[in-house]
């Protein structure tokens, strides 16, 4: 049986740390940009990533440094008449990691799995209900290491509607959709900076949806999307 590393949440209130606009000199990607036939082109398997300074690699944890956990995430952008929507969910407030904040559909690499790919896909169907069948995968992101000490590559995908999903309540207590319009303009980033007890400074990237707050590696990953589609 796996050894089970010892839970770490935030020693701050990610919501009520100072902030400041994170969109200094950027454009919003435009709508045409973010149709999926205009996806499939930027994201081709060959492109060259560009993330950002903060977008890779986030300050560990004491209690989880050493060797890190390997796992993917999927990013599915729902094909909406209305435009292209992000897929995310609410993670379960019992979880071990990272309980009750926004995120990915997705989890570790178990040895059956061929790819990160294959993970992506299993977890998404596991936690959501979402069919493997309904998803164009598109490309993978560079892998994203979190605080917590997990290496995650984020698989871009395309999701043609008309699905039906089946939350899996002990992992995810809410599964709901916000516009790509949204999370492409940097005119909705924020770049949030909490000081730590140890004296330690953490920056983070947030968005704010409505009542959701989207913050830590799901915003870094958000943004590192927005810094390649954004790419000239």
């Known amino acids: 049986m796996r050894a089970r590393r010892p839970p770490v949440r935030p020693s701050f209130d990610p919501q009520?740390?100072?902030w400041q606009s994170a969109d200094?000199?950027?454009?919003?990607v435009g709508p045409q940009a973010l149709?999926?036939?205009?996806?499939?082109?930027?994201?081709?398997?060959?492109?060259?990533?560009?993330?950002?300074?903060l977008g890779r690699n986030e300050v560990r944890y004491p209690?989880?440094?050493?060797?890190?956990?390997?796992?993917?995430?999927l990013i599915p952008m729902v094909m909406r008449a209305q435009g292209v929507s992000v897929m995310l969910t609410q993670r379960a407030a019992h979880l071990h990691d990272h309980a009750g904040q926004i995120?990915?559909?997705?989890?570790r690499v178990e040895q059956e799995d061929v790819s990160?790919?294959?993970?992506?896909?299993?977890?998404?169907?596991?936690?959501?209900?979402?069919p493997q069948d309904s998803v164009e995968v598109l490309n993978s992101m560079p892998e994203y290491v979190t605080a917590t000490g997990y290496a995650i590559t984020p698989v871009v995908s395309l999701v043609r509607p008309g699905f039906s999903l089946a939350p899996d309540a002990g992992e995810v207590?809410?599964?709901?959709?916000?516009?790509?319009?949204f999370l492409m303009d940097p005119a909705n980033h924020r770049l949030y900076e909490a000081r730590l007890a140890n004296g330690q400074v953490r920056q983070y990237y947030a968005m704010a949806w409505e009542n959701r707050?989207?913050?830590?590696?799901?915003?870094?990953?958000?943004?590192?999307?927005?810094k390649s589609l954004a790419m000239p």
């Open 35 to 53: 149709t999926p036939e205009a996806l499939r082109r930027s994201l081709l398997p060959a492109r060259q990533w560009l993330l950002d300074p």
């Open 103 to 107: 995120s990915f559909p997705g989890g």
């Open 24 to 28: 200094s000199g950027l454009a919003r």
């Open 63 to 73: 209690e989880r440094e050493g060797a890190l956990v390997m796992a993917a995430v």
């Open 213 to 226: 707050f989207i913050w830590g590696a799901t915003a870094g990953m958000l943004r590192n999307l927005y």
């Open 173 to 181: 207590a809410d599964v709901f959709e916000v516009p790509l319009s």
């Open 16 to 18: 009520v740390q100072p």
């Open 116 to 130: 990160p790919v294959a993970t992506a896909l299993r977890e998404a169907q596991e936690e959501t209900g979402l």
